[in-house]
């Protein structure tokens, strides 16, 4: 059975069983990075330590299985991380049967700007989030009590920020997909900017995983330059729907 663009039309079962294969096969290529890191976690967990560089002395474990359970949580973040342009990928085939061929281009090409914004993100807190917070914390603390962190809540703090910074980066690209399909539009993002700020605050006051003003900003003012950027390629998106008519 073909569907008006000539491809073999899928029945809901075949669908079902399309997706468990790409989900099984994701998740077989996330479990051999998840190993493959583990195998190299100390070298990881070095790298995760650098932001602390000048802030924390040293670091302790409270608990036997800390050490491993940390390892076990940086493993898995990177990963995902290591896994992510091919899990994009086979959502991406997934998901093309479905789209009409002069359209198919563009899905990847938003799961590439998807992954490479994460990455964005990612450095982001990695290079100026964390270390600020990190030491803004520390810096706070000092004179009422002796700075004594353990390496499980440091690296729980750490990849919190990564993931973070990982997730809000992705806003560009919602707007974008939301302009792409016809649900919202650059004249409805640009009428009401001030609300979608006033969310932004409250959203990065939410998941910033500590609660004073100045780590809300690290969050929210890259929002706010995302939210712009995600303006103009709503605008862009437009023109080019309008001139392909």
Not at 40 to 62: H, M, Q, T
Not at 201 to 225: K, Y
């Amino acid at each position: 059975m073909k569907d008006i663009y000539g491809a073999n039309k899928m029945t809901i079962i075949e669908h079902l069983e399309e997706l468990r294969k790409r989900i099984i096969i994701s998740l077989i290529f996330f479990a051999a990075a998840v190993v493959f890191s583990f195998i190299f976690a100390d070298k990881i967990s070095d790298i995760l330590r650098l932001p602390a560089l000048g802030i924390v002395e040293n670091f302790v474990f409270v608990a036997p299985t800390e050490v491993f359970t940390a390892y076990m949580r940086i493993s898995i973040l990177s990963g995902f991380v290591i896994s992510l342009p091919f899990i994009l990928y086979q959502l991406g085939m997934f998901l093309t049967p479905a789209i009409p061929p002069d359209k198919r281009n563009s899905v990847f090409t938003w799961l590439v700007m998807s992954f490479l914004l994460s990455i964005a993100g990612i450095m982001f807190s990695y290079f100026l989030a964390l270390p600020f917070a990190l030491k803004f914390l520390v810096d706070f603390a000092k004179g009422a009590a002796f700075p004594m962190i353990s390496i499980g809540r440091y690296f729980s703090f750490a990849t919190a920020f990564l993931l973070i910074g990982a997730g809000v980066f992705q806003i560009p690209v919602i707007m974008g997909l939301l302009s792409s399909i016809g649900i919202l539009n650059a004249h409805f993002f640009s009428k009401n900017r001030k609300y979608a700020i006033a969310a932004i605050s409250i959203i990065s006051a939410i998941i910033t995983p500590t609660q004073d003003v100045f780590n809300m900003l690290i969050f929210a003012v890259p929002m706010w330059a995302l939210y712009e950027v995600g303006i103009l390629i709503s605008r862009i998106i437009e023109k080019k729907s309008l001139a392909a008519r």
